[in-house]
């Protein structure tokens, strides 16, 4: 019989997962998804112009890939746990920047540094995280910790829909700081300080080498893309754009309250469904219900169905994420780290092009309908990226040279 843990362990976890959560809802919440529902009140209040907009969503994910590419060069967990900190600082910062000035080249800096506090929840959290759950004999999974994507969706969306009535712009930033050291305290007080990884026993690395070849990480890689691409345009403007339905005019904040509520318990559903069908298959699955939420405000104007597009929205993006890191660790248990790291510089690199190739044509044509037709073909192709990539896994499933760690 296995022994259960003590009561002050069990305690012990629930506040280092908690500090995973809030670390999530400040950098991510904070520093990423609180400008999609400020959007379109910056540019009705402060001026900010749409293709501004578009580039100002770029630099935050430039700033994000900058974060990547130096948590990447730091392989002390020290150093990583003092730059996870750094981060939570960062992030209050540049959220509470943002109402303190209207200079355009001012919000491009403090966009790039929000997006770069976003490793802190994103990379750092869940590595520190990971690392006290194995160190303490707990399944490393990180289900839990996610759901503060979703949740930092809502809790942003609920905030802004909430004050913008009552606020202005400026006023709607300083409060949103507020908000964000409630999750700041937690995220700085209850995450511990990493120890040592116990080394792995002698052998295991050998059993563990083999891999899919290049043709499966370059797939995986362009599928991937292609997901990052699909996620930041609806991410960054799906306010403004079903704002501009008329039965949903004034109501846009609340969609995307709606697509985080779906967001939250996204990663459970999808786990389950890549148990019965497998991870390839669910993935292809989830991307073409995104196509399909991309593609919906271009087809109607129906505002239920575009209700339900956010929806789908809400219950994919996620997923997409934790399916393909979980597939990519599977096949690469040797180091995981590495071929994670290729994965989130793709979708990263998708995160920078994107909005700022969406700004320019929603403000050459007056329109989003142009971005969102490139933006739901980019994601067939991902589709098409993928079933290539099942085609190789049968592939070397049937000649036996494909490890994946159950």
Avoid at 14 to 36: D, N, P, Q, S
Avoid at 123 to 142: C, D, M, Q, T, Y
Avoid at 196 to 202: F, K, N, Y
Avoid at 258 to 275: K, N, T
């Amino acid at each position: 019989m296995t022994a259960q843990p003590a009561p002050s362990l069990l305690a012990e976890r629930r506040r280092v997962i908690t500090a995973g959560i809030c670390a999530l809802i400040l950098t991510v919440g904070m520093g990423r998804f609180a400008y999609t529902p400020m959007l379109p009140i910056m540019n009705e209040q402060a001026g900010l112009s749409i293709l501004a907009g578009g580039w100002l969503a770029t630099l935050n994910y430039a700033g994000y890939m900058s974060g990547v590419l130096l948590a990447a060069t730091v392989g002390d967990l020290q150093q990583k746990y003092r730059l996870y900190r750094h981060g939570l600082l960062l992030a209050l910062v540049s959220t509470v920047g943002m109402g303190l000035t209207d200079n355009v080249y001012l919000w491009a800096l403090l966009r790039y540094l929000a997006g770069f506090s976003n490793i802190a929840g994103l990379l750092l959290a869940s590595g520190l995280v990971l690392n006290w759950l194995i160190r303490h004999g707990f399944k490393p999974e990180l289900g839990l910790h996610f759901m503060g994507m979703g949740l930092g969706l809502v809790i942003t969306g609920v905030a802004v829909a909430s004050m913008v009535d009552q606020l202005s712009w400026q006023g709607q930033w300083f409060w949103l700081t507020v908000l964000g050291l409630l999750f700041f305290v937690p995220a700085w007080w209850w995450m511990p300080a990493p120890a040592s990884m116990p080394a792995a026993p002698a052998g295991t690395t050998a059993a563990t080498n083999a891999s899919p070849g290049g043709r499966w990480m370059r797939l995986m890689t362009g599928a991937y893309f292609c997901a990052g691409f699909g996620y930041v345009v609806t991410a960054t403007f799906i306010v403004a754009i079903l704002a501009e339905l008329p039965l949903l005019a004034g109501k846009g904040n609340w969609i995307w309250v709606i697509a985080g509520v779906a967001a939250a318990p996204s990663c459970f559903l999808w786990d389950r469904i890549a148990a019965a069908t497998g991870q390839v298959q669910a993935l292809l699955l989830a991307y073409a219900l995104q196509t399909v939420s991309i593609i919906l405000p271009v087809l109607t104007g129906s505002a239920t169905l575009n209700v339900i597009g956010a929806i789908l929205y809400g219950i994919t993006f996620v997923g997409i994420v934790s399916l393909t890191l979980t597939l990519t660790g599977r096949h690469f248990p040797a180091n995981p780290a590495k071929a994670m790291a290729r994965m989130t510089l793709s979708y990263g690199v998708a995160q920078i092009v994107a909005p700022a190739m969406a700004g320019y044509i929603a403000n050459a044509t007056g329109s989003y309908h142009g971005a969102l037709i490139v933006t739901a073909l980019v994601m067939v192709l991902g589709m098409g990226l993928l079933l290539a990539l099942l085609q190789e896994e049968k592939r070397h499933a049937v000649r036996g040279t494909m490890h994946v760690v159950p």
